[in-house]
């Protein structure tokens, strides 16, 4: 059918592009390894391509080049936590609740620490949120 035919073709095409900017981001990072925004993008293209485990180490360093970028931090244990390295995605999230959140992050905080086994810590991010 028509209309699958076209939505496979946008599927491959967003693909192959994709694929075109993980593979500048890494030729960009050969000559400039400690480029923080170019450590970003790549570990979030690789994120946006499900690619988690690859993404998990780009993550580490675009956050050691900027530990200050929260929503980076943020996406970090998102990907940390599909890749299924729980302990990893828990204190990413530990390091988010440190400071000012909203009672989403806290409650997205508190569910990845349950998950990780820290059910104290995670009740009182939920206690934080309003006990929602």
């Known amino acids: 059918d028509a209309a699958k035919a076209a939505e496979w ?4 095409r967003r693909g192959r592009e994709l694929k075109n900017r993980i593979d500048g981001l890494r030729l960009r ?3 400039e390894p400690g480029h923080a925004p170019s450590l970003s993008a ?3 293209a690789y994120a946006e391509a499900g690619a988690h485990r690859d993404a998990v180490p780009w993550f580490a360093r675009a956050v050691a080049a900027s530990p200050d970028d929260r929503p980076l931090l943020r996406d ?3 990907s940390r936590l599909s890749a299924g390295d729980l302990q990893g995605a828990a204190s990413d999230y530990r390091r988010l609740a440190e ?3 909203d009672a989403a992050l806290l409650l997205e905080a508190a569910a990845a620490l ?3 086994g ?3 810590h995670a009740a009182r991010l939920r206690a934080r949120a ?3």
């Open 114 to 116: 349950e998950k990780a």
């Open 99 to 101: 400071g000012d959140c």
């Open 9 to 12: 073709r946008e599927t491959f």
């Open 118 to 120: 820290d059910a104290r």
């Open 130 to 132: 309003g006990g929602r």
């Open 76 to 78: 970090a244990a998102r």
């Open 29 to 31: 990072l050969r000559s």
């Open 42 to 44: 790549l570990a979030r």
